[in-house]
């Protein structure tokens, strides 16, 4: 591909070599885009300027490219003939390309393919002998999404042109809002300022926390008890007046941390990755709306058996724990439920004891009260023993409430009858359970509950094994269909969303059945579950655009 949609800096030397080598400054105007399109010119009306997603201070641009434009926005900077300059920005959204042309020298360019997240894309140059501007630019592709730049920078000798003022100290934030509450937290946004690079949070008057973005939850606060908050903005000029006080109050205490929202009757569930692992890199509020529950994958153990921790993957890209929280809050309050999901292909935590019991339930629950998860997701790969997990559950169930959110992710050999530990499980926690996603894939061929074995990949495996499940005891409000997102997304047993439909269809309507099919319908079936949200989006969510509305559409 070459660059086609193009942001460009154009920089103009200063014909004088000073007499002494000053400090390399950065020589691009308005590279945060906090003065709109000032000094930029964008081809057929292409750019525009947003406040949200930002990189840093109020602003960036969004570029949009169209039928045979790609979206150019240039500038023009001075450079100094002969010297070397560090080209970067920032960049989200689509194609993204970044590079400078008429050096003199070398042309340079660099690219990165579409991301749900801020990431930084650097070159560098140098300007000929009598090279007096330069050109640097940053474009996306023909018909591809919309993309984002900020905190675009030029940096080397000044060429004459100088570089942008010093900012001044920015105005107070507006809009202070309290948003959602825990018996320990309290969840607050803001609108954002011009010229601002950060913000502080105020509880009561003292400094609490320190964000870039405008959001941020303040943890560790006492149940049922009213504060006072306050924000500043900051930049490299000092920071401003504080806000208006807003006052909120946390939720009361009492053994439940307000799980958030009921599932609905359908649910779609997806798993979010906190790790990469070459599947688009989200953050939760990337995730898509179709997902009613967001699986966060995965907790860890530690020394002590049974016990279970959280550690944020910095790959994903969040500022801190506050803004995860936040985004946890958010899809709260947007009506999803946010758990925490234990066990994974290479994660094992081992509840074999009344000891491992009691601390799994323990460190489960402070982990709902200091995020905000509505429950727990048992996806448990290496065996489990059903007494002492059934123990586990229903301590925290008893510490939770009713509101707790309670899934479960077996393998198809975990049950294929009602004698598997994984299966004792569910059938022990029945009245608590939301609902079982089985994963019919990395498989192989299996029993049906006709007793006839089934090849993975088929509407008559998904619906033969459910069976198993919805004659087994199980209510059909707590059985879904797990499957992966994408062909990436396992090592076999991928089918396609209209496959997934199918066996939904077959089970609730006794229509679009194989070979097999069910005695009767089951139109209460919870819905379906993917891995992962993240391998959906790397599909540009073509999973969730088709199994969500069909869900969320059953009978």
Excluded at 102 to 126: A, E, I, M, N, R
Aim: net charge neutral; glycine share 14%; proline share 5%.
């Amino acid at each position: 591909m070459t660059a086609a949609l193009t942001a460009a800096v154009v920089v103009t030397a200063g014909l004088a070599a000073p007499a002494a080598q000053a400090a390399d400054l950065n020589v691009a105007k308005n590279g945060g885009f906090e003065s709109g399109l000032s000094n930029w010119a964008c081809s057929a009306g292409s750019g525009a300027t947003v406040s949200s997603p930002a990189h840093g201070g109020a602003a960036a641009l969004k570029a949009t490219p169209g039928g045979q434009d790609n979206a150019r926005c240039s500038q023009t900077v001075t450079v100094k003939p002969g010297a070397t300059y560090t080209l970067s920005a920032w960049v989200q959204g689509g194609y993204a390309y970044l590079g400078a042309s008429g050096t003199g020298t070398t042309d340079v360019s660099t690219w990165t393919p579409d991301s749900s997240g801020w990431k930084q894309l650097t070159t560098s140059f140098k300007a000929g002998p009598s090279t007096t501007s330069v050109t640097v630019y940053t474009h996306g592709w023909y018909g591809q999404s919309a993309y984002y730049v900020d905190d675009l920078s030029v940096f080397g000798p000044d060429g004459g042109g100088g570089t942008d003022p010093e900012p001044g100290i920015p105005a107070a934030p507006a809009g202070l809002t309290v948003g959602a509450t825990t018996s320990s937290s309290v969840a607050l946004s803001w609108s954002g300022v011009s010229s601002a690079t950060g913000y502080n949070v105020y509880r009561g008057g003292t400094k609490v926390q320190s964000v870039t973005g405008t959001s941020a939850t303040v943890s560790g606060l006492a149940a049922d008890t009213a504060y006072d908050f306050q924000v500043a903005a900051t930049n490299s000029a000092g920071e401003s007046p504080k806000s208006a006080t807003v006052s909120g109050r946390t939720a009361p205490g009492g053994g439940n941390p307000g799980p958030g929202p009921g599932v609905p009757k359908h649910a779609l569930t997806g798993y979010w990755q906190n790790f990469d692992n070459g599947a688009t890199v989200q953050k939760l509020r990337d995730v898509q709306a179709q997902y009613d529950i967001i699986a966060v994958s995965f907790a860890d153990s530690t020394a002590t058996p049974g016990q279970i921790v959280f550690n944020l993957d910095p790959a994903v890209g969040y500022a801190g724990v506050a803004d995860f929280k936040a985004d946890i809050a958010a899809k709260k309050a947007a009506g999803k439920s946010v758990i925490i999901s234990v066990g994974g292909e290479k994660g094992n935590v081992t509840i074999n004891s009344d000891a491992s019991a009691t601390a799994f339930a323990n460190s489960t629950y402070a982990l709902m009260q200091e995020y905000g998860f509505s429950g727990v997701d048992i996806d448990l790969e290496h065996g489990i023993n059903s007494t002492y997990l059934t123990k586990a559950l229903r301590q925290l169930s008893a510490k939770a409430g009713s509101g707790l959110v309670l899934t479960m992710a077996p393998q198809t050999i975990d049950m294929q009858n009602t004698g598997t530990e994984y299966f004792k499980t569910a059938l022990a926690m029945k009245d608590i359970l939301t609902v079982v996603n089985m994963q019919y894939y990395n498989s192989g061929s299996m029993l049906g509950c006709d007793g006839k074995v089934y090849a993975q990949g088929s509407v008559d495996f998904l619906t033969a094994l459910a069976c198993i499940q919805l004659e087994g005891g199980l209510a059909p409000s707590q059985v879904g269909i797990g499957v992966p997102a994408s062909t990436r997304g396992a090592g076999s047993g991928y089918v396609s969303p209209s496959i997934v439909n199918s066996a939904l269809d077959c089970l609730t309507r006794g229509t679009g059945c194989g070979s097999f099919k069910p005695a009767k319908t089951y139109p209460g079936l919870r819905g379906a579950m993917t891995w992962s949200t993240n391998w959906d989006a790397t599909a540009s969510n073509a999973w969730s655009n088709a199994v969500g509305p069909h869900v969320h559409n059953l009978p």
